[in-house]
């Protein structure tokens, strides 16, 4: 008898329905499996054969032949087991229960037991998409799975729950979509950095727009610590923001019990020796990278110019497209990349370069090391700021500005965000960062004294043409942040400033 079990397959962090025929041959006793299949599914004989045997029933001693279809698409991961087994068992038992509608995935133990697979949360937000589908998922993935309200979510937790339904002795266990409760989690306070009022002020501006910002100061300046709170002071996630990263996570395998569901925004800090795979996504079996995992969040790197120079030119292409594509013989995969891109650096190998203390290095030390940062990367930084070695007064300074805290500026950082919301409510963009050239033509007008100011700016400081675009948008959202329609000189000043830092320090 010739049966078919529905279940899916992941391609980047989508999913696709995939179709498990199993038949069993009257012929020598043999275990097949085809349809594009990867070594990780090829293994599948073992776990299922011995897990239908130690769920107390006998395996068929013949021909079994498995074919995923469609037979051109890559067949991943371990999450073809539970299909496979309810075809095998349906087959060999001849059972005529009527499960078309059902979408199974899961990994069997040896003793049967269900164990919890990546990607669940895009198979069920790809079934959504369908009528009366249901998805059965191992009972360590119910959470996930279930924040989709549209897709019927089933748990399992060993394999003669399975069989047991398909004998039609029982019902499968229906879980309840969970309550989403989005709450900032960030213990860490601006309040805390002492001075650094300009810095603080930058970031401000790019948590607003979601612009990428270089922090250039001395060691011990508040660089690291300026950043590790930027999360702190963006608004909280919507619920399609939720779904976007946890639905990475899930791709990735990092969710657990403890975090089902990723509500805060992501924080990624990869070391400097990382490699291009790990921060960019691939690897022999493809998996979202660094880039990926900071979608909605921030992607820090300390001491960038110490990161592979490889490295560094490879997010180019993502921070423009906001997408990464990784291609393979008989796949491509695409991940998401939207994320707000924060570097730090010392001006020089020592760090003294440019403050009151002596440099110990040469010109040609200097230039070495600043070079490692190419100049179409440092064009796709929005903001580069300074950040000086602080004063004793400063630190010792006990007394607290209310406006300082990260509640305070988080305030500031939402309504202007929502005056970008509305701004592009009929557009597939959300935030001026994200503007195309016509865009920023439409909503970024200046008038007679802007536009002179930029003109002899554009002159002087030789910007390209991607960097005019950029000291637009940084003014566009310093003017929502100031709640101002137009774009006055005042703004276009205050942005050109974060472009300057370039001159300073790479033209020595």
């Known amino acids: 008898m010739l049966a078919t079990v529905n279940t899916m397959v992941l391609n980047g962090v989508e999913a696709e329905p995939v179709k498990v025929e199993v038949d069993i041959q009257n012929a020598l006793p043999g275990f097949e499996i085809v349809g594009l299949a990867s070594t990780a599914v090829k293994e599948a004989r073992d776990r299922v054969k011995?897990?239908?045997k130690n769920s107390g029933l006998k395996f068929p001693n013949r021909k079994i032949i498995v074919n995923l279809a469609p037979a051109d698409m890559k067949k991943e991961g371990s999450h073809f087991d539970l299909a496979i087994a309810a075809g095998i068992i349906m087959s060999w038992q001849e059972l005529d229960n009527n499960i078309s509608n059902y979408f199974f995935v899961g990994e069997l133990s040896l003793d049967g037991s269900v164990r919890k697979v990546p990607g669940v949360l895009p198979m069920a937000i790809e079934l959504a998409k369908y009528d009366d589908n249901k998805l059965v998922v191992p009972y360590e993935n119910e959470e996930e799975a279930a924040l989709i309200n549209d897709t019927n979510i089933y748990r399992l937790s060993h394999l003669t729950e399975l069989i047991n339904f398909l004998y039609g002795n029982t019902s499968l266990q229906i879980v309840k979509s969970p309550q989403i409760t989005t709450t900032n989690k960030f213990p860490l306070d601006f309040a805390e950095v002492k001075g650094q009022e300009s810095a603080k002020r930058a970031l401000k501006i790019a948590a607003a727009g979601q612009h990428n910002a270089l922090l250039i100061g001395p060691p011990g300046g508040g660089k690291t610590m300026l950043a590790k709170r930027l999360p702190g002071i963006?608004?909280?996630?919507?619920?399609?923001?939720?779904?976007?990263?946890?639905?990475?996570?899930?791709v990735a395998n990092l969710l657990n019990s403890d975090t089902p569901l990723i509500t805060t925004r992501p924080?990624?800090?990869p070391h400097k020796n990382a490699s291009a795979a790990s921060i960019i996504g691939g690897g022999r079996v493809p998996r979202p990278g660094e880039i990926s995992l900071a979608q909605n969040g921030v992607l820090f790197l300390d001491e960038l110019p110490e990161f592979?120079?490889?490295?560094?030119?490879s997010l180019r292409q993502p921070l423009e497209d906001k997408t990464v594509t990784?291609?393979?013989?008989?796949s491509t995969y695409t991940y998401p990349a939207n994320f707000s891109l924060i570097g730090s650096m010392n001006p020089c190998p020592c760090g003294n370069f440019g403050s009151d203390i002596e440099c110990r290095c040469s010109p040609l030390q200097i230039h070495r090391y600043l070079s490692r940062i190419s100049g179409p990367l440092l064009d796709r930084m929005d903001l580069h700021v300074e950040v000086?070695?602080?004063k004793y007064e400063e630190l010792t300074n006990t007394e607290e500005k209310s406006e300082d805290t990260s509640k305070n500026i988080r305030e500031d950082i939402v309504y202007a965000r929502d005056i970008q919301i509305k701004r592009f409510k009929n557009t597939n963009i959300n935030l001026n960062s994200q503007m195309n050239p016509a865009q920023v033509r439409n909503h970024c007008k200046l008038d007679e004294k802007s536009e002179q100011l930029l003109k002899i700016s554009f002159t002087k400081l030789n910007m390209t043409a991607r960097a005019y675009d950029r000291v637009l948008k940084i003014a566009r959202t310093i003017a929502d942040l100031n709640n101002i329609k137009n774009i006055k000189v005042d703004h276009i000043a205050e942005a050109i400033q974060y472009r300057s830092l370039d001159r300073k320090y790479w033209n020595i």
């Open 50 to 52: 011995l897990a239908i």
């Open 234 to 250: 963006m608004p909280e996630m919507t619920r399609n923001e939720i779904l976007e990263t946890t639905k990475i996570y899930s």
């Open 267 to 269: 924080f990624r800090s």
């Open 308 to 313: 592979n120079r490889d490295v560094l030119e």
């Open 326 to 330: 990784i291609a393979r013989t008989h």
């Open 388 to 390: 000086p070695r602080i």
